[in-house]
């Protein structure tokens, strides 16, 4: 976000934070109580020679932990540039320790002999005590400390916390619960044991019909074992015991503050979860150079180096509250050489090196949608062959540079290949226009920015093969202001407390720095424009991308690396294989499934191309049909085309394809267009698509819902920025109807439509709540509204899914929170995952429910369709993800 912003609207002042509301970790460090911690994947930024810092070394950074390389380090080769592929280049990073021979990084504990790693883990879970903190949470073992590598133990130098803030960090990671204490095993603690195994043993039985759709599967599956059965009932599902890759996280955007303001609070929970995360910055926001409020402007001389270096303080001051609580926690700044020729500073968070910000230090446009020719846009379109760099005042970085569009992919390419990221964010490329002025609805360099991070991941995942799978997020941006809050007063405070730090509210010089230590541009409207209040994701908002078929076999359909993934189970108990990635590239995030007439499944999407020109630029709704019922071989991508014209229009901004079969077998798809109207093709008897029809509406908003009556009637619906707007058909095979107002309250966007009791139920969220509510809408008649009934949650943000009596979606604190019968508490599962959850029936009165978790892999759970169920616990399948 540049000075060149919307006006604030009316927005609560900052508020002290709440005691880490979104950590979510009352059993260790890793943030998933009962799994093992893996070391810290995220690379160790280090250089040789000047100022170089070694992890080995004590007077360095206490807590490290090393792992082994994740990837190609900065490496330079030649005056400024270098080249990740020469091996002959010095390194820009230490060698960590190597992994051992079971392929783990090596930390400095030897594996126990003749056991299973599932069983070590679930054994040390057992060993350890404690239980979850609120209502509603599992109350699953603690995971011990696991045994360190070289860790320093020094005191602290200038470039390192001082030695009690060093302590207190140790006290940190090593959460609340104690350490398990091996041999010494007390009487009573025995006593424990033997009991939880009856518990054990009774709650197997209860559970046994649910589980053994998921104790069968692959070879990975059949090993792991499930930690000891919660206390209660109530209690959530645990996780799977043998942890994965908890999952890296790089976030790609255009100003310094895009990400507290547009990505938080996913940022923060990532963080509180001991995720590694990664922030890059296209451009150092120096905007006119100004940092002072509106009132001042007239009296503070203008300086660009010295605002964007503001920028930054504030930014570290944000992560390090963020990470350790102390806004003034130290970082080391370093200078790399990219892969486009230039030179970036990396900062390095010393208490918790997994935190990194990479500052790319390019001009911004400074302007939100007026013609910019050295900006982004500029560079993106050709009017500029290279944009040059904006240097701080206090960056490292001293040789000024410029990039070619190549090379600022090029540069985007390195970075992903240094962290190898199983979740990239980026923010929204096609984010449309105003209907009235016609501009822009975002800032011009964030969606030119979110479509340069289009390039260098598909480039990525093109170009670099020894990589983990990836899955992208995008987030809304500006308008995010004109809708519903999405966040409860809770998080929507602690949100705030973190942009006041941005924002250096207080003025005092804890950062040490002539420039000043925050953005004082925003200091008396941190809220923006009521940007604080929400978060949406721009695309990936589907809840039907997990189908069963007619012998009950399981399909889901994720995107990863451009592509689209399948994972499929053969029958009720079958295995698993997967995932498998479809021909074809260029796949957003977000996938929709139908099951045809004749029982195939066809997949649905969307797909951006780039064009030989910038104004080749294009996104349009594709599909495949499965070959025949049961294959797992599926046909070529077809394409339905888009609605809209011209990218230059509005921006390429169509809504993902919402899919459904009417009665009569007719299929027909429908999306949001850029002027916010809903548009549709249907399919014809000989198996040609109609043309894109027009169906009205207006002030349409997120991605459209569809599903089909007891009558065979198609319903849709579409969320406004204050109410529902409803088409239904007269009847099975006629055309839809005419929009009609619902009269539904205001909805946080995300609608779920399921068929159900003879009409279609929709399931949405409460604004400024998170809570969950659900309406029977039904077409006798005419298009009404039956019953409005709010279920209550975990608060939370996003898509709703629900089959039978399971209702699931994100909690606040970012985990997977499910409701699972009326009158019953909300649980809360350890797990983070990426976009929306998904769920099916999958006959035999069984519900299947999914996620994609941040390492980019599939978790499944399932339960009993029935009020007093219980979800089995998660399990991933098919191998980790690591690079092939």
Not at 95 to 112: C, I, K, L, V
Not at 319 to 336: E, N, P, Q
Not at 783 to 792: I, P, Q, R
């Amino acid at each position: 976000m540049s000075d060149a912003r919307p006006g604030p609207g009316p927005g609560p002042g900052p508020g002290a934070a709440r005691q880490d509301p979104g950590a979510w970790d009352p059993q260790g460090p890793s943030g998933h109580p009962g799994w093992e911690q893996a070391p810290p994947p995220g690379p160790a930024w280090q250089h040789h020679g000047a100022g170089a810092w070694d992890p080995q070394d004590p007077s360095g950074h206490p807590g490290w932990e090393q792992a082994p390389p994740p990837g190609p380090a900065w490496q330079h080769h030649g005056a400024g540039t270098w080249d990740p592929q020469d091996p002959s280049a010095d390194t820009a990073w230490e060698r960590a320790t190597p992994p051992t021979a079971d392929g783990r990084a090596g930390t400095g504990e030897a594996p126990e002999p003749h056991v299973p790693a599932g069983r070590r883990a679930a054994r040390r879970a057992r060993a350890a005590e404690g239980t979850g903190g609120r209502r509603g949470r599992a109350k699953t073992p603690a995971a011990p400390e696991p045994k360190r590598g070289r860790r320093a133990k020094a005191p602290a130098t200038a470039d390192s916390p001082t030695a009690p803030e060093a302590k207190r960090g140790r006290r940190r990671a090593a959460g609340s619960a104690p350490a398990a204490t091996g041999s010494r095993t007390t009487p009573q603690a025995k006593g424990r044991h033997r009991a939880g195994l009856v518990k054990v043993v009774a709650f197997c039985a209860a559970t046994a019909a649910g589980s053994m759709l998921l104790l069968r599967g692959n070879d990975a599956l059949a090993r792991l074992e499930s930690p000891a059965a919660p206390e209660s009932r109530a209690a959530a599902p645990a996780a799977a015991a043998d942890a994965p890759d908890p999952g890296r996280v790089l976030q790609i955007v255009a100003h310094p503050d895009d990400d507290l303001y547009f990505m938080n609070p996913d940022l923060r929970y990532s963080i509180s979860a001991g995720h590694p995360v990664t922030s890059v910055y296209l451009t150092s926001g120096e905007a006119d150079g100004i940092n002072a409020v509106a009132a001042k402007e007239a009296g503070t001389p203008a300086n660009k180096p010295r605002y964007a270096e503001a920028r930054q303080n504030g930014i570290r001051a944000a992560y390090a509250k963020m990470a350790t609580g102390d806004r003034s926690s130290a970082w080391k700044r370093t200078v790399v050489p990219t892969k486009g020729g230039g030179q970036a500073e990396v900062d390095v968070l010393v208490a918790k090196p997994e935190v990194n910000l990479v500052w790319l230090q390019l001009r911004e446009a400074g302007n939100v949608y007026d013609d910019v020719p050295d900006s982004l846009h500029g560079l993106w379109d050709g009017k500029v062959p290279r944009l040059e760099s904006m240097l701080t005042s206090g960056t490292p970085v001293k040789q000024r540079f410029a990039y070619t569009k190549d090379q600022v992919v090029q540069t985007l390419v390195g970075v992903l290949e240094q962290y190898r990221p199983t979740t990239v964010r980026s923010q929204d490329p096609t984010p449309g226009r105003h209907p009235d002025t016609k501009h822009y609805t975002d800032h011009q360099d964030h969606f030119y920015g979110a479509r340069f991070a289009q390039l260098a991941t598909a480039a990525y995942a093109k170009d670099v093969k020894d990589r983990p799978h990836f899955a992208v997020q995008n987030y809304l941006g500006y308008f995010n202001g004109s809708l519903p809050s999405a966040l409860d007063p809770d998080e929507a405070k602690e949100k705030l407390d973190i942009l006041g730090t941005y924002a250096w509210l207080d003025r005092q010089n804890h950062c040490g720095s002539d420039a000043g230590c925050g953005d004082l541009k925003i200091s008396d409207h941190p809220a923006g424009n009521r940007w604080s209040d929400s978060i949406n994701y721009a695309r990936g908002t589907s809840t039907s991308w997990l189908t069963s078929d007619k012998e009950y076999g399981l399909w889901a359909f994720k995107v990863l690396d451009g592509r689209v993934a399948v994972w499929h189970r053969t029958g009720l108990i079958g295995r698993w294989s997967g995932p498998v990635l479809l021909p074809g590239t260029g796949m957003d995030p977000g996938m929709s499934t139908v099951t045809l007439k004749d029982g195939r499944i066809a997949a649905f999407g969307t797909r951006t191309s780039f064009g030989a020109k910038p104004a080749d630029y294009r996104r349009e709704v594709v599909y495949a049909v499965q070959q025949r019922p049961g294959s797992e071989e599926f046909g070529e991508w077809q394409s339905l085309g888009t609605p809209e014209t011209a990218d230059e229009n509005w921006t390429s901004d169509i809504s993902a394809p919402a899919v459904s079969v009417d009665g009569t077998g007719q299929l027909a798809a429908y999306v949001r267009d850029g002027a916010s109207t809903l548009r549709g093709r249907v399919q014809q008897a000989g198996g040609g698509w109609g043309p894109w029809e027009k169906y009205g509406g207006a002030d349409l908003h997120g991605t459209p819902a569809t599903a089909t009556d007891g009558a065979g009637r198609r319903m849709v619906f579409s969320s406004t920025s204050k109410t529902v707007v409803g088409w239904v058909q007269p009847k099975p095979g006629a055309a839809l109807g005419p929009a009609t107002a619902t009269g539904l309250p205001d909805t946080t966007l995300p609608l779920t439509a399921e068929g159900r009791e003879g009409g279609v139920r929709l399931w949405f969220r409460k604004p400024g709540s998170g809570n969950v509510r659900t309406a029977l809408l039904t077409g006798d008649g005419g298009l009404k509204v039956n019953h409005l009934t709010d279920l209550g949650g975990l608060q939370g943000f996003g898509a709703v899914t629900a089959s039978g009596h399971v209702l699931a979606g994100r909690t606040a604190g970012g985990q997977l929170g499910s409701g699972l019968g009326e009158g019953r508490p909300w649980e809360r599962s350890p797990l983070m995952f990426v976009g929306a959850p998904s769920s099916t029936m999958t006959g035999k009165n069984l519900v299947s429910l999914a996620v994609l978790g941040m390492d980019a892999r599939l978790y499944v759970t399932s339960s009993a369709d029935a009020p007093d169920a219980h979800l089995a616990p998660w399990q991933p399948v098919g191998p980790p993800n690591t690079a092939p």
